[in-house]
Structures are given as structure tokens and as C-alpha cells.
């Protein structure tokens, strides 16, 4: 698949969960796990799960070519099943043994790269199981083009087919000349009868009935918890994500995590969600007062013109009897459930119980959109005003015709609108060829996906409300910044930024009014303009009559909001080191959030090793600048009460002051970690493409060592004075980090090392630093080195740069540091030789 400017993802896309190890029940063991276009044999993933050749059960006359493709994105972490493919030009069809009483999965995995000649743009064509249409006129290319992802998966739940074979079809379409369809991998496992039973039509007393109908998942999520795996799921191989990106506004209500409790499947199957979704839930606290006035709301889009079961998970663990908490459930405003009550539903307390509901989505302007309204029913007259949700899994349900197929999703203008105007920062190929495959960046679709999924939340939430057009979605998850400066659920119908930060935080920081914001910057004149981020532009401005400052400014539109800005000021108000820029304060008022800093005269790091090359650093000053930085990530990582993950280190927040100190700036996606025992939070990814540790875009579980990858992409631009992406280059050099490190292998490192250090860098001092930052870019988080060992380093090759220029010590740094570092590493005897420059 190729890059293009109108690129950008969807419910991103963390599509990763079927790479992941799965176990199974005894009845799955029997399913088919088929890598397409595979030679004969056995192939095992990085999992070790065993895929075979599908060869076998092609139907005799059905023609296709095996092809392999072209180019393997960063983010596919095995070639099994995504880099072979098996082409038809023509309609072609497998046939799969199948019990004539068993529901199964069905998994369908496309990888639209380029295999031989076939340009995966030409990839329209339609599939389908028996008789159930599943995908019509589909596009790969086009659907991973909308979402952003390198590669995609559809499931499918299909019901008892009467029949002891399965048909699958592939056809190209008519419509498109030069089609052909492709798979990359299939999957068909049995499972248990999940759809007993009928549920009701919300709107109506129409029962649908559930257990005879095919059905395509298209959201799954964890209320109030983290992701969960498919080798963690209940036997069924399900991938369970957050739930955080689909919540509706700045109220996300509180979340509980009720750990070492047996979960009690009194009534359900234990298959049904697994314990860990049930221990963990979503609620709106205990205050009576404040839940009367707003709702807990999710949102989830789809394809219109379909009936969708909605199935919401319950397990409550503080109720003692009925009438404690009770609540309304609406759905697309239409009371599904009047009076809620979990307790009486269960039958006790920590007792696991599901309940169904199907809505119906008409196809109406901003009608694509599923909205999930839990509200405490006060008529009721409860003890407590509040709700109760532990998991959500959205199903779509087949028509009349048999039909699972929706429109390939298209970007929205926004989105292209967004990748027009990055060439600021980046430079995307203008147009697909044979030769510019997609995802040529390291964590390439997982990188550009997240800053993508920012944009869409934001875009899709404000159509809504506009009724615009139509946008389609995928059972993958869209992760990003769910906060708005404006919501549907409000606290008492305010929509104020200052009400989320903390009383310490307000009173560690300066609270600025909007008259003295736009006084300093002279009402935001755009010749003050110093640089433009995800948050708004930034404004060099004046205060208490000549203290310079950066006032960073809150663009309504922007995809970072009351989230970031709470969290950058949680962050920095109780944050104090040289190496951290410094928050002077913030202002919020009306429509307003702006964040008071520090100026920083000499700007970003960037801008002095390639983007403009305002200044030539030499080789000291750029150790001293990493050693800065590391200095800074290192008290973020040990220096504070918990653990704090910066998640967005790059070299533009990297700032230099007038006296050329970094500090490490931009904390509006940094996480804590007050429980590291586990060594690492469960979060949705996010993070800049070119910098995003790959690990932790598979396991979706961050630690500190996510900044150590970082931080070598980092390490790497500051030798080499290119950029982490650069999409202009050859394929295999696009990424930093993959030709720094493929390079380094073949010692030919020199070959792309900054040609101004040549004569004037000490040789030893690079290698040095060299296979330090090699060492931070280590696949896995254990192998890379802590920020403190890396400081070692980082320090060893500045003093080897020293002696060559005859200085004992560096104007800029701390020598006590220096030695209470070292010491922990005795240095060899011959460590400090003296060396002939590079």
C-alpha cells in the first residue's frame, strides 16, 4: 500500500491483536488458520501460532497467482500471514469443512502492498460466505488509505450454516477495469453459541432474533480498563480495547478497578467477556449533587441503513441490594432501558450479567452514528445518582438480503486538509506509484495513524452536530483525544478547562486573565507567531513589563484540548530541573486555554541540525544538548513521586535557552505510572511516527524504555542531521531508525553520519555515542538501557571529545552528576586515551 496526502486513519488501528498468541478451546483447535499464497507447510508468526498453505482448499477451476509483497511495514511485526498474498484476477472459491451446528469466526487479513505488477489500487472486489455478502466493491488500498493503518482485518460471526462446507468467493468487480480480488490470510474457528436468545428492537417491541443472524464486529472495549489481548481473552481469541476514545466530552466520570475478586458467572457462560472486564468498570462518582446533571456518552460510527446489537456488560462490586444505583440506558436517544439495575438483574454483588439491545441506524444526514447515553434515574429514587458500565461489544447485524457490506470509507476533508498543511513538518509522496509503498516509516501507519485519529475524533464529533457527510468505520478501535472544550455532557452545562486541574496545580501556577494574554502578545498578532504544534500556534510574548515568554495557544479546532492542557499543567506545575522547561502559568477564560512558559531564545533542537540549519552545532555542543535532554527524561523517569513517561520525545521538544541548555518540553501526552510493579502502564498509543516505539504499539503497554527508543531516534538525528521520517528518500531510507541502524550493521555508519562533523569529531566519541543510541533503538524494552546508563555513555563520549580538544570539562555541565553517574560503571584503564579526530 502506498502513502498519499489524503491518508488518515480511523479507528486506529492497533490491528496487531491477531498477530498476538491466542489460546484456545478445544473446539477452536479444530479451525482453520490459513496464510495465503504460504508454499506448502507450516509457517509459525512471532507468536509461534501455526499457520498453513490454503492451497488445499481452493476449489478445482479457480485461478490465482501467489505473489509476495514488495515492502514489510514497521508495523507488521511477522510476515505470517501479511507479506504473501494470493491473487485472482478472476472469480475464485474456497470450500472449508464446517459442522452444520456451529457458529464460527470468520477473520478475513489484507495487506494492500505491491505484489509483482498488481498495484494494490486496482484491488476492488467483493467476497462472500455461502450466501452472505460480507465485503461488496471493497477496497483495501482505499479503506487503509481512510483509516491509516498498513493493514486491516475483518471479523465475522456466522451463524450455523446448515451445511457441512463453507464457500468462500472472491470476485473482482465489473466496475473497476483491471480489478483483482487478494487475501492474505483466513481464518475459520469455531465457537460457542454467543447470540442465545432474542433482544429487542430499542424504539419498538420488535424482537430480533439474534442466534440466526451473521453478524460483523466492529467494536469491542473494556469500560474503564485496559486492553486486553486475545491470548488474555476467555478462550475465544477476542481483543478487548479502552474505551476512553469513544467517550463524548470532557465528563468521563470516574473508573474502578476491583482487583483479586472472583468474578461470579452465576447466570452467563464464562466465555461470554472475561474477568477482566468485568473487575473493571466506569462510573460518575459519589456525588449526588453533580451527577443529576449530566450523562456518561459514547459514540461510535457506522455504516448507516443496518440494525446493530449492542451488547453492554454489567458487574457491580459496591451495590449490597437493589435501589442502591439506578439508571437509564438510551440509545441514539431512545430509552432502551427505563430502570437499570444491575443488582436486581445479577442477583448480588461482583455476579457477572449482559444485556442486548438493537438499534437502528437510518441514513440521514449525521445519522452514521451510534450515541450511548447512561443518566441516573431519579424518579427511581435511588441511594446513589449515578451508573455503572464494565464492557461494550457492538455487533453489526446482516439485512434481509444477507448483506454485511458498507461503503469503503473515505478521508474526510478535514483530514486531507490536515495532511496539506504538515509539509511544515513533513513531506509526504504527492502521488501513489509502484515504488512508494505505505508505511515506509518505522511504526509508520501506527505513528501517522494516532496524530490522524486525533483529527477524525474531534472532526466527527462537531459533524454530528452539523450533519454532514457520511463517514464508515471498522471493528478496530479509534484511538486519540476524546476531550472537547464543548460537550453534550457537561457539568452543569460549563465547559471549563481550569474545573479539571487540580487546587495544588492552580496554586503552583500563575493564573492569567485573557486581557493580560493578549496584552503580552499584543492581542495574538501573528508576527509574534513562533511556531505552530498539535495544540495551536505558540506566541513569543511579554510580561510584568520585559520578562520574556512562549504563550502556547489553544486552537478550538485543534485535536489536543482540555485533556493535554490539564495535563501539561498537572505535570509542570509540581516539576522543577534544569532540563524541564518551565511552566510560569495558564489562563482559561471563555473559549480560551494558554500556557505560560519560559522563552527559550535559540528554539527547537531541530531547527539548528536540519530544518532551516540556523546554526552549525559542532559535536560538543550537540552531546552537551543530548546529555541535557537525557538529564531531563532521567529525573522524569527516577526523580519524582511516581514514574513519568514523557510519550512524545522528538527533537522540536527539545528546547534550547539563550545560553544553549536543553529542557525537555510538550507534556500533554505524558502518563504516570504510581503502580510500576507491573514495569509498565496499559495505554492507548500515541506518540509522533518516526519516534513511536515499536514495542509499545504491539503490546500497547508503555514504560520508561518507550522514551528510550525515542530518545535514540533523537540521538541518531543529532549524528546524522536528517529528520525521522523523510518520505522523499529511497524506500529503505525513509526511516531513521531502520537505515541508522541497518547502516550501523554493515559498519558504513560513516557513510550518512553530518559531513560538517568530518575532521572535527573525535572518532571514538561517535562510536561511542554511536552504540549508545543503537543500543536505545533494541526491539525489546528490557534490552535497551535505562536514561541513567545511557547518561554513562552520552558523558563517556563527550569526555572523549574533550580530551581531543584539550578542554578537562564542559562549560555546562554538573560535575557532581557527572561523577555519581559514573561511578557506577568503573571505567577500563585505557578509556580516556586520547584519539586523532574523525
Not at 96 to 120: C, I
Not at 362 to 390: H, Q, R, S
Not at 665 to 684: C, E
Request: hydrophobic share 35%; with cysteine.
Amino acid at each position: 500500500m502506498y502513502i498519499n496526502t489524503h491518508v488518515i486513519l480511523l479507528p486506529l488501528v492497533l490491528v496487531s491483536v491477531f498477530l498476538s498468541a491466542i489460546h484456545v478451546s478445544s473446539k477452536q483447535d479444530e479451525g482453520l488458520v490459513l496464510s495465503c499464497g504460504l508454499a506448502d507447510g507450516v509457517a509459525n508468526d512471532t507468536d509461534g501460532r501455526k499457520w498453513e498453505s490454503d492451497a488445499k482448499y481452493l476449489v478445482e477451476g479457480s485461478n490465482s497467482i501467489t505473489s509476495r509483497a514488495s515492502y514489510q511495514d514497521p508495523s507488521l511485526q511477522a510476515e505470517v500471514p501479511y507479506m504473501t498474498a494470493r491473487i485472482f484476477k478472476t472469480e475464485a472459491t474456497y470450500k472449508f469443512p464446517a459442522k452444520t451446528d456451529m457458529r464460527y469466526w470468520l477473520r478475513l487479513h489484507f495487506y494492500p502492498s505491491v505484489y509483482g505488477e498488481q498495484n494494490p489500487s486496482d484491488a476492488y472486489f467483493s467476497v462472500t460466505a455461502n450466501e452472505i455478502t460480507l465485503l461488496s466493491n471493497f477496497s483495501a488500498y482505499v479503506t487503509c488509505q481512510a483509516l491509516s493503518q498498513a493493514y486491516i482485518a475483518r471479523e465475522y460471526s456466522l451463524a450455523p450454516l446448515n451445511s457441512d462446507s463453507l464457500t468462500l468467493t472472491f470476485k473482482p468487480s465489473d466496475k473497476h477495469s483491471g480489478a483483482f480480488a487478494f487475501v492474505n490470510g483466513i481464518e475459520l474457528i469455531p465457537i460457542p453459541e454467543l447470540f442465545n436468545g432474542s433482544a429487542v428492537l430499542v424504539g419498538s417491541d420488535q424482537p430480533v432474533e439474534a442466534k440466526s443472524s451473521n453478524l460483523e464486529t466492529m467494536f469491542r472495549l473494556n469500560v474503564g480498563g485496559q486492553y486486553i489481548s486475545a491470548n488474555q481473552d476467555s478462550g475465544l481469541s477476542r481483543t478487548w480495547y479502552d474505551d476512553t476514545p469513544y467517550i463524548y466530552g470532557a465528563a468521563t466520570g470516574i473508573t474502578l478497578d476491583t482487583k483479586n475478586v472472583k468474578i461470579d458467572y452465576k447466570t452467563i457462560p464464562e466465555y461470554m467477556a472475561p474477568p477482566t472486564v468485568y473487575s473493571t468498570s466506569r462510573s460518575m462518582g459519589v456525588e449526588n449533587n453533580v451527577n443529576q446533571n449530566f450523562n456518561l456518552t459514547w459514540i461510535f460510527q457506522v455504516d448507516p441503513k443496518f440494525m446493530y446489537l449492542v451488547r453492554l456488560h454489567f458487574c457491580d462490586f459496591r451495590s449490597e441490594k437493589v435501589n442502591q444505583v439506578v439508571f437509564s440506558i438510551l440509545l441514539n436517544n431512545q430509552t432502551a432501558e427505563a430502570t437499570a439495575d444491575v443488582i436486581a438483574w445479577s442477583g448480588g454483588k461482583g455476579v457477572a450479567v449482559y444485556k442486548d439491545y438493537v438499534v437502528f441506524v437510518k441514513d440521514g444526514p449525521g445519522d452514521e452514528t451510534i450515541w450511548l447515553d447512561l443518566c441516573p434515574e431519579e424518579e427511581a429514587k435511588p441511594e446513589f445518582l449515578d451508573v455503572l458500565l464494565n464492557g461494550v461489544e457492538v455487533f453489526k447485524i446482516n439485512d434481509e438480503a444477507k448483506n454485511l457490506a458498507g461503503p469503503n470509507p473515505q478521508p474526510s476533508a478535514m483530514l486531507s486538509k490536515a495532511v496539506q498543511e504538515q509539509p511544515k513538518d513533513f513531506v509526504l509522496p504527492e502521488s501513489p506509484s509502484k515504488t512508494k509503498v505505505i508505511g515506509t516509516a518505522a511504526g509508520g501507519a501506527a505513528g501517522f495513524a494516532i496524530v490522524a485519529a486525533l483529527c477524525i475524533v474531534v472532526y466527527e464529533r462537531k459533524k454530528r452536530v452539523s450533519g454532514t457527510e457520511s463517514h464508515t468505520s471498522s471493528w478496530l478501535p479509534l484511538y486519540g483525544n476524546s476531550q472537547t472544550a464543548c460537550s453534550k455532557s457537561t457539568i452543569s452545562g460549563k465547559s471549563t478547562a481550569s474545573s479539571h486541574v487540580s487546587a495544588m496545580a492552580q496554586g503552583l501556577s500563575r493564573h492569567f486573565s485573557i486581557a493580560e494574554i493578549k496584552h503580552a502578545t499584543k492581542n495574538f498578532d501573528e508576527s509574534n507567531v513562533i511556531g505552530v504544534g498539535g495544540f495551536g500556534k505558540v506566541y513569543k510574548g511579554v510580561i510584568d513589563g520585559g520578562t520574556k515568554v512562549a504563550i502556547k495557544r489553544s486552537n478550538p479546532s485543534s485535536e489536543q484540548g482540555v485533556n493535554e492542557f490539564q495535563t501539561e499543567i498537572e505535570m509542570l506545575s509540581k516539576l522543577r530541573h534544569k532540563h524541564l522547561v518551565s511552566l510560569i502559568g495558564f489562563c482559561e477564560e471563555g473559549e480560551e486555554m494558554c500556557l505560560v512558559y519560559d522563552y527559550m531564545a535559540k528554539g527547537t533542537l531541530r531547527e539548528h541540525l536540519y530544518k532551516g540549519n540556523k546554526t552549525q552545532l559542532s559535536w560538543k555542543q550537540r552531546l552537551e544538548i543530548c546529555i541535557g535532554a537525557a538529564r531531563g527524561l532521567h529525573y522524569l523517569h527516577t526523580g519524582a513521586k511516581y514514574t513519568i513517561i514523557h510519550r512524545d520525545v522528538k527533537t522540536t521538544n527539545i528546547l534550547l535557552d539563550e545560553n544553549w541548555v536543553a529542557k525537555v518540553s510538550d507534556f500533554g501526552l505524558s502518563k504516570t505510572g504510581p503502580n510500576m510493579n507491573q514495569g509498565h502502564v496499559s495505554t492507548v498509543v500515541k506518540g509522533s511516527f518516526g519516534y513511536l516505539d515499536p514495542e509499545y504499539f504491539r503490546r500497547q503497554q508503555l514504560t520508561e524504555k518507550s522514551d528510550v527508543y525515542s530518545f535514540g531516534v533523537v540521538l541518531f538525528e543529532a549524528l546524522c542531521a536528517r529528520p525521522a521520517l523523510n518520505p522523499s528518500l529511497p524506500k529503505e531510507q525513509v526511516s531513521l531508525a531502520d537505515w541508522a541502524l541497518q547502516c550501523k550493521r554493515k559498519g558504513t555508519l560513516e557513510d550518512i553520519i553530518d559531513p560538517l562533523l568530518k575532521g572535527k569529531a573525535n572518532l571514538e566519541s561517535i562510536k561511542k555515542f554511536a552504540d549508545a543510541a543503537e543500543k536505545c533503538l533494541s526491539d525489546h524494552g528490557l534490552d535497551r538501557p535505562s536514561m541513567n546508563d545511557l547518561l554513562w555513555n552520552l558523558e563517556f563520549a563527550l569526555n572523549l571529545q574533550e580530551n581531543t580538544e584539550g578542554s578537562s570539562h564542559s562549560s555546562h555541565r554538573e560535575e557532581s552528576e557527572f561523577e555519581e553517574v559514573s561511578l557506577k560503571q568503573p571505567r577500563k584503564g585505557n578509556a580516556f586515551k586520547q584519539t586523532e579526530p574523525w
